[in-house]
């Protein structure tokens, strides 16, 4: 079946321009993550979804990020006002019940974002 | 703060070598554990977790409370193990990562 699909695949944006990244996560999970891969940071986590409110938001970095998720599917992660330093690969998950649950995360391919 | 490390960004080994992957970790109590591997040009996937006590690939990942480590070990790496690797902890419902280590194994 089809996996965890994420656009666009790249985007490039100016400096102070906002962005919206999508994810379409596998159909009936009801557990969604962000995640964003920095070069030599690893994965870092930024928020989770179950259904559609967000247990943990903490991992956001500054008050210009923001997501939500709507009708316990399609999320979205928007970035105002872009900043150099929010250029990186943005990695979606979804799980069918949540790690508390046992099941596994699946991936999809990123939206490698450049802020020049 | 709660953490998982992972000290080698790259590990290189020739084919037939065994290899170990290093994770440790910094929660209190018995944490979920996990490796994920990043194959070329493919998605992040889950190896395996220690929970199920599996093997995968040749893979084995033994939890050590004592020393709270976590290393990924495979008796005889083969080429196509080369891939980044990244070990990862339950933190109250979602996965945190270590920075990950890139492994290459020469033929």
């Known amino acids: 079946g089809a996996g965890v699909s994420q656009s666009p695949s790249n985007k490039v944006t100016e400096k102070g321009k906002d962005v919206e990244l999508r994810c379409d996560p596998i159909s009936g999970h009801t557990a969604l993550y962000w995640y964003r891969q920095s070069l030599g940071q690893g994965l870092e986590f930024l928020i989770y979804?179950?259904?559609?409110?967000?247990?943990?938001k903490s991992g956001l970095p500054s008050d210009r990020f923001s997501a939500e998720r709507t009708g316990g599917s399609v999320s979205t992660l928007t970035i105002q006002r872009t900043q150099q330093e929010d250029s990186a690969v943005y990695l979606c998950?979804?799980?069918?019940?949540?790690?508390?649950?046992?099941?596994?995360?699946?991936f999809g391919n990123g939206t490698r974002l450049t802020v020049t | 703060a709660q953490r998982v490390t992972q000290p080698e960004k790259l590990l290189s080994v020739f084919k037939g070598a065994p290899v170990e992957l290093k994770c440790n970790y910094s929660y209190s109590g018995s944490p979920e554990l996990f490796w994920y591997v990043q194959y070329s040009r493919q998605r992040l996937q889950l190896l395996l977790r220690h929970i199920s006590r599996e093997s995968i690939k040749g893979f084995t990942a033994d939890l050590n409370k004592g020393e709270t480590s976590f290393h990924l070990k495979k008796p005889f790496a083969q080429e196509e193990d080369s891939a980044m690797y990244y070990c990862?902890?339950?933190?109250?419902?979602?996965?945190?990562f270590g920075q990950g280590t890139e492994l290459s194994v020469k033929p």
């Open positions: 998950a979804s799980s069918l019940g949540g790690i508390l649950q046992g099941s596994p995360l699946h």
């Open positions: 979804f179950q259904g559609n409110s967000a247990p943990d």
């Open positions: 990862a902890a339950d933190q109250g419902g979602k996965l945190i």
